[in-house]
């Protein structure tokens, strides 16, 4: 990549700052080339596929909490209840619903990652995209990228259909990205990537299409296609850890189902054929470079 945002670049340094609105900020690091990647629970997130790819990256990173959005400005807990749990020591905790921020340092060929998992918002969304965008700007990030699924039309024994955005013409040519036509209802995944660009933070939304007649989380499948998506726009490797076994089992579990119901499985060769006819011409060298570059990347030594 040749634009200079997407390059690493070490940061000067600078003194820990305390950012307003923000809860349980541990102090802001220097970062190195830092890209933030986001995904919120909710109308973004079919099968949890968004939110379940951001929980193996806190994971496989070993992310380190940052901050907390504060949930009495976003949240209605009639509608997203604060969770009671017993701990280890048999005293019961309270977990309120909230966006949590985490740094994973050096993950990506070097580059530091800032991580934003969360569930949208009720109320106040303008604030709750300010404050991110506040967040992002604090900690010098070059790139947002911003994960999200959606139910459609698909069969689950294809690969997962991926559509990738850009609201950055930069970008657009960059990664060679097609402009979006989409007009209708937008979720907070939108408003995020509106806001961005508003504020001349280069981002992306990179989403998946679940199948809608196995729209019960979880999604593994949709979950790997996202991660494997985004180790292609920025260029690096992400362990997947158990994720391609789950992904089998899942669709296995789904073969299973669909071959007891015989219309459920007529439907699914419908939607095998339209999709075979679909993508017949995409099957180009193009595609298969890409899929041969990334089996190189995973076989790289860590």
Not at 104 to 127: C, F, K, M, T, Y
Request: charged residues 25%; glycine residues 6%.
């Amino acid at each position: 990549m040749d634009d200079p945002r997407l390059l690493a670049r070490a940061q000067a340094d600078r003194p820990a700052r305390t950012l307003l609105h923000v809860i349980e900020l541990a102090g802001v690091p220097d970062l190195v080339d830092p890209v933030m990647i986001a995904a919120f629970e909710g109308w973004n997130d079919a099968g949890d596929a968004a939110s379940g790819a951001m929980a193996h990256l806190e994971q496989i990173w070993g992310a380190e909490p940052l901050a907390a959005l504060d949930p009495e400005d976003y949240y209605d807990f009639q509608v997203n209840r604060p969770l009671v749990s017993i701990g280890a020591d048999g005293e019961r905790d309270l977990t309120w619903p909230t966006t949590q921020i985490s740094i994973a340092r050096q993950v990506l060929g070097g580059r530091d990652v800032v991580l934003v998992r969360g569930i949208e918002p009720n109320i106040r969304w303008r604030s709750f995209v300010t404050e991110l965008i506040d967040v992002a700007d604090e900690l010098d990030v070059g790139m947002v990228v911003v994960l999200g699924a959606l139910l459609a039309d698909v069969p689950h024994t294809r690969p997962v259909p991926l559509t990738a955005t850009t609201g950055d013409a930069d970008l657009r040519v960059e990664l060679g990205l097609p402009e979006s036509t989409y007009e209708g209802p937008t979720g907070i995944v939108g408003v995020l990537q509106d806001a961005c660009a508003r504020t001349g933070i280069p981002s992306l939304t990179v989403w998946a299409a679940v199948p809608h007649y196995v729209a019960q989380p979880p999604c593994p499948k949709a979950t790997l296609a996202l991660l494997a998506r985004v180790e292609d726009l920025l260029d690096a490797r992400i362990p997947t850890g158990d994720l391609p076994a789950d992904a089998r089992a899942w669709e296995l579990g789904v073969d299973e189902l669909a071959a007891e119901d015989p219309e459920v499985a007529e439907y699914v060769r419908t939607l095998e054929e339209a999709k075979d006819a679909t993508e017949l011409p995409e099957a180009s060298g193009e595609a298969i470079a890409r899929e041969f570059e990334r089996y190189l990347r995973r076989r790289a030594p860590d």
